[in-house]
C-alpha cells in the first residue's frame, strides 16, 4: 500500500505546472522548468517610409514619363532634406492599364482601355527623426498621391535585446527560487535554456491622410523589444 502511494505523489509532481520533477531511482534527475519575460523599451532613431506616385494617361509611354518627372522631384527633395542615396531604394515599379466599365445590358462587349496607371514606390530610411515631418509633408507637394507607410525602428537593436534577455533570465531565476523555496528544495545548476526574441511591430499610416495636412505631426514614442526565455533547473535537497 505504502509503495502505492508514494507511485502516484511521484506522477502528481511530474504533471505539476510549472514543470516540477521530484521522482527518485532510475527516473529523471530532479528538476524544476520555469519560464521569464524581459522587456527593454527604447527611443527609434530611424524612420523607414513608403512613398508612392501615381500618374495616369492615355498611352502607357506619357503615363511613364509623368511619373518619372514626379518621382524624379521627390528624390531631389529629400536629398535636400539629407537623405542619402543609399537609403533610397525602388520598392516596386507597375504599369497598368484602365479599363472602361462595361454596359450590364450589353455584356458581351469587351472591356475598352481608357487611360494607363503608373505607380513608383520608394522606400525612404530617414536617419534623423526631427525630419520626419517635413520629408513627408515635402514629398506628398511634390506629387506622392497613393498609398504609403511609415515605421519607426532601430538602427542597432542589439543593446536593447540584450538588456531584454538579461532581464528575462533574472526573471526565470527568480521564478525557480521562490517555487524552489515553497517545496522546500535548492536550485542547482542550469539545464536547458532556449529564448524567443520579439521585435516591435511595424505601424502602418496611409499616405492618402498626410496629404490633409499641410505640416505632418510626427510621434514616434518608444520601441520595445521583449524576449522569453525558458529554463530547467537541477534541483537539490
Not at 17 to 34: D, E, F, K, Q, R
Not at 103 to 130: C, D, F, H, M
Amino acid at each position: 500500500m505504502k509503495k502505492r502511494i508514494s507511485t502516484t505523489l511521484a506522477l502528481a509532481l511530474a504533471i505539476a505546472a510549472p514543470s516540477v520533477a521530484l521522482a527518485a531511482g532510475h527516473g529523471p534527475a530532479p528538476h524544476i522548468a520555469v519560464s521569464g519575460e524581459g522587456e527593454m523599451a527604447v527611443k527609434p532613431d530611424l524612420a523607414i517610409l513608403t512613398l508612392t506616385v501615381m500618374r495616369e494617361a492615355p498611352t502607357a509611354s506619357e503615363a511613364l514619363s509623368d511619373d518619372n518627372k514626379a518621382m524624379g522631384d521627390v528624390i531631389a527633395a529629400l536629398k535636400a532634406e539629407g537623405v542619402q542615396d543609399r537609403d533610397l531604394q525602388t520598392a516596386n515599379l507597375s504599369i497598368s492599364p484602365r479599363y472602361a466599365n462595361t454596359s450590364p445590358q450589353k455584356p458581351e462587349e469587351q472591356a475598352k482601355i481608357v487611360a494607363y496607371q503608373v505607380a513608383n514606390t520608394l522606400t525612404v530610411r530617414v536617419r534623423a527623426i526631427g525630419k520626419v515631418g517635413d520629408v513627408i509633408d515635402k514629398a506628398v507637394k511634390l506629387g506622392v498621391n497613393e498609398d504609403g507607410g511609415i515605421v519607426f525602428a532601430n538602427s542597432d537593436p542589439s543593446a536593447a535585446t540584450t538588456e531584454a534577455r538579461k532581464r528575462a533570465v533574472a526573471d526565470a531565476e527568480k521564478k525557480a527560487h521562490t517555487l524552489a523555496e515553497a517545496a522546500g528544495v535548492r536550485v542547482g545548476k542550469v539545464l536547458q535554456i532556449s529564448e524567443q526574441s520579439y521585435a516591435p511591430r511595424p505601424m502602418p499610416m496611409r499616405a492618402k491622410s498626410f496629404a490633409a495636412a499641410e505640416a505632418v505631426p510626427v510621434a514616434p514614442g518608444e520601441n520595445n523589444y521583449r524576449v522569453t526565455v525558458s529554463m530547467t533547473f537541477e534541483l537539490r535537497q
